[in-house]
């Protein structure tokens, strides 16, 4: 296997799995945080990386699939853009509930191939690109999904505020989020909530009560 070889890296240090609350789909994921992390950094040449989001199924973007496999009338003949995406978990449920196309974004330098392991995996088609979105203004699509987004404080602010722009363009703007600290309390439409089976090694509990919202 070559230094960089994304796609190499991740079949070898994951399994193709269904998702605990989507179990119509499946990925290639890890069963545990840290040997991959440290891998990870190991096969980059470089220490402290965030956490592979690629290679785990958040309960937030678990939630914000079934809620689109669930309500497929949300994306079904749009164009969407799955921000931050992963693994492309909510890219796959968008097209397996109809739509038209799907975009998938996210800077991490494994995302792509995970995400084009993935739709191979599930036979759907996804585009893919490793640009940060927040550096222009959102692109025209109908329906934009973040699953997960609000970690971090100064970057949530940013996010929320990019997405407020894409809502006020017309777009539909999808959130999923399991209650993370710095997830906004008011102004969202609350849609649907859902008990998302997870793991100690990746949350505080191994059941996370997970939300759908939109911005209004």
């Known amino acids: 296997m070559s230094p960089l070889d994304p796609a190499a890296f991740i079949h070898a240090n994951t399994r193709l799995q269904p998702v605990p609350h989507a179990p119509e789909i499946s990925l290639w994921l890890a069963d545990e945080i840290t040997p991959i992390w440290r891998m990870t950094e190991e096969e980059l040449g470089e220490l402290g990386l965030p956490p592979p989001f690629w290679a785990f199924a958040w309960a937030g973007g678990q939630a914000l699939s079934r809620y689109l496999l669930d309500h497929p009338h949300e994306v079904a003949g749009k164009r969407v853009l799955d921000f931050a995406t992963g693994s492309g978990l909510v890219g796959v449920a968008a097209m397996r509930a109809g739509a038209v196309s799907v975009l998938c974004a996210d800077i991490d330098p494994f995302c792509g191939a995970a995400v084009a392991a993935n739709a191979q995996a599930n036979g759907v088609a996804l585009d893919f690109t490793?640009?940060?979105?927040?550096?222009?203004?959102?692109?025209?699509?109908?329906?934009?999904?973040?699953?997960?987004?609000?970690?971090?404080?100064?970057?949530?602010?940013?996010?929320?505020?990019?997405?407020?722009?894409?809502?006020?363009?017309?777009?539909?703007?999808?959130?999923?989020?399991?209650?993370?600290?710095?997830?906004?309390?008011?102004?969202?439409?609350?849609?649907?909530?859902?008990?998302?089976?997870?793991?100690?090694?990746?949350?505080?509990?191994?059941?996370?009560?997970?939300?759908?919202?939109?911005?209004?």
Do not use: H
Not at 175 to 188: A, N
Not at 194 to 201: C, D, G, K, L, N
């Open 130 to 216: 490793p640009l940060n979105l927040l550096d222009a203004p959102p692109p025209a699509v109908d329906v934009i999904c973040a699953g997960d987004i609000c970690y971090e404080k100064p970057m949530t602010e940013a996010v929320l505020a990019w997405l407020a722009q894409a809502c006020a363009a017309g777009t539909r703007v999808l959130i999923g989020d399991p209650g993370r600290t710095y997830f906004p309390r008011s102004g969202l439409d609350f849609l649907a909530e859902y008990i998302v089976p997870t793991t100690r090694e990746l949350e505080d509990q191994e059941i996370k009560r997970s939300s759908v919202w939109a911005m209004p």
